[in-house]
């Protein structure tokens, strides 16, 4: 089974600032693991992926995820957030081995503030 | 514009009626995913079609249906429509089947049910 989690409804952060959006996932084999964002009345853009290799993903507009093995995590950062990043931030993983279809987290709602 | 296509973009019509959602899936892309997406359960995956044959189906309920066409447009059935079916309907795609090479998500379809 696969699942992954979000434990932050919501996270605030001053433009800027640094910003962490936290991810942690339970798979049985490799996880696969991706980062999606979704605006007002828009669908979901994806940003990133894991597949394997260094463990520092870099993504769209300025975005990196850090993977984590040992404590399960895919966090997403950016080093300086802005306003127009206010957006749904999804997690998703895939167990490498078994079903290619992704499980989602419930989201992140970021607010930048000015 | 993502390059995926629904329509219609918004939908109201009373309980125990029947909609069909469509989706045109961006140009070259074979592999076609349906998500609803509501408040409280988050992003579930419905079903997949590649290249016109199911492929993985989710929690999808036996009220729905779907189909993808020689020209690689889907519809998603709703029938004998409920309050709790109100939510955002998502098509995504991907050249590929699975999630590793990143889906493009379509704006969706706002279905409410009175």
């Known amino acids: 089974a696969q699942s992954v989690a979000q434990p932050e409804d919501q996270v605030n952060v001053a433009e800027g600032n640094p910003l962490t959006v936290k991810c942690t996932y339970s798979?049985?084999?490799?996880?696969?693991l991706f980062w999606y964002v979704q605006y007002p009345n828009r669908g979901l853009q994806f940003l990133l992926k894991y597949i394997t290799g260094d463990n520092l993903v870099k993504g769209s507009y300025g975005f990196e995820a850090e993977f984590n093995k040992s404590q399960t995590s895919f966090h997403l950062k950016k080093p300086s957030a802005l306003v127009s990043d206010s957006a749904l931030y999804f997690c998703?993983?895939?167990?490498?081995?078994?079903?290619?279809?992704?499980?989602f987290g419930r989201g992140t709602s970021l607010i930048v503030h000015p | 514009d993502s390059g995926v296509t629904q329509t219609p973009k918004h939908l109201i019509t009373a309980t125990g009626q029947r909609v069909t959602l469509r989706c045109s899936p961006r140009?070259?892309?074979?592999?076609v995913y349906w998500y609803q997406q509501s408040l409280d359960q988050g992003l579930q995956f419905l079903i997949q079609?590649?290249?016109?044959?199911?492929?993985a189906k989710g929690n999808i309920l036996e009220r729905f249906s779907a189909q993808q066409f020689p020209d690689l447009h889907s519809e998603l059935n709703l029938s004998s429509l409920e309050l709790g079916d109100s939510a955002l309907y998502f098509c995504a795609s991907s050249v590929r089947e699975g999630a590793n090479y990143g889906y493009t998500f379509g704006s969706g379809t706002r279905l409410t049910v009175v």
């Open positions: 998703a993983v895939r167990d490498g081995g078994g079903s290619y279809i992704p499980t």
């Open positions: 140009s070259g892309d074979l592999s």
């Open positions: 079609y590649y290249n016109g044959e199911e492929r």
């Open positions: 798979v049985s084999g490799n996880p696969y």
